[in-house]
């Protein structure tokens, strides 16, 4: 019973607490959204990239060709040699005749598609077709491929690969140096919200503390206020998040420029943004009070 009347009493307080101070309150509630806001966009941008890279990887590939003095028993003799180097995920081999065939369906519709259809079969080469399962590694994997024995050439686009590699490193980078300084800038404004609090107490504190109030009851409504405006204002971060997310993807499906770029569906993930969001904000509520109201225990 008296765990639940001090539950309810530091939840009491704690609450009371944030409308006494209610433009600090107000102001802590505000940066913890912005901070989350922020931090969540540049980690929703980075996880789209991530994904985006990851179907890259699974999509791209490049053609190494083969000799064209092998014969086709030689040809498809090297694909155990291809499949044995790091980084290569699958290989397909395809013949002359079949890349003929394949290079005259591509340009079927074209006005010239007779001409295509035409190409003597000479002017294609066997070709294996070699996919990977790190994009980072393309220039590397292609290097190790072409000092296989049959095999002259290839077409690839490793400066793409790169492209994407490099964007997403760099949001990744970002986002997790916004993280920490925002969780940094989220961490003071609380600290300050509470002081505030715990200096126009200190000397209620001070009598509490006298008269034999332990450390855990005199701090436990302030750690209760933090805790209540973290939560509150990844609440509202969240909802927000999810019309500025909503409305981003909105318009990334529907513009002609996006095409390309596939949006992650924000239902797919809310849970995942509702519980990092929660937790960031119960953290630096939490951590935020118990740095502020410690200067203050010391009577």
Aim: aromatic share 12%; charged share 15%; proline share 2%.
């Amino acid at each position: 019973m008296k765990r639940s009347y001090n539950l309810g009493y530091y939840f009491s307080e704690g609450f009371h607490s944030i409308f006494t101070h209610g433009l600090m309150s107000f102001a802590a509630v505000m940066m913890i959204v912005a901070c989350l806001i922020i931090m969540g966009s540049f980690s929703l941008v980075a996880l789209n990239l991530e994904r985006e890279l990851g179907k890259l990887e699974q999509d791209n590939e490049f053609l190494a060709f083969v000799d064209e003095n092998y014969t086709r028993e030689q040809a498809m003799a090297i694909q155990s040699h291809i499949e044995a180097i790091p980084n290569v995920s699958y290989v397909a081999f395809t013949t002359k005749e079949e890349a003929q065939a394949n290079y005259a369906a591509k340009y079927a519709s074209d006005q010239n598609a007779e001409l295509y259809s035409e190409l003597p079969t000479e002017v294609f080469r066997d070709r294996y077709s070699v996919h990977m399962s790190d994009l980072s590694l393309m220039q590397q994997t292609i290097d190790a491929v072409e000092q296989l024995e049959g095999i002259q050439g290839h077409q690839a686009a490793p400066e793409v690969a790169e492209g994407f590699v490099l964007v997403r490193n760099v949001a990744a980078g970002v986002a997790l140096v916004l993280i920490l300084m925002l969780l940094a800038i989220s961490l003071f404004i609380i600290y300050n919200t509470i002081k505030l609090g715990t200096f126009t107490r200190r000397e209620e504190i001070a009598i509490m503390k006298m008269c034999g109030a332990t450390n855990g009851f005199v701090r436990g409504p302030f750690i209760f206020e933090g805790m209540l405006l973290g939560l509150f204002g990844a609440v509202v971060a969240f909802f927000l998040q999810w019309g500025i997310y909503s409305l981003i993807a909105q318009a990334i499906d529907t513009g002609a420029t996006f095409q390309l770029i596939s949006v992650i569906p924000f239902r797919d993930m809310w849970s995942r943004v509702l519980g990092v969001f929660a937790a960031t904000g119960f953290v630096v509520g939490a951590g935020g009070s118990v740095m502020a109201i410690r200067k203050f225990l010391q009577v």
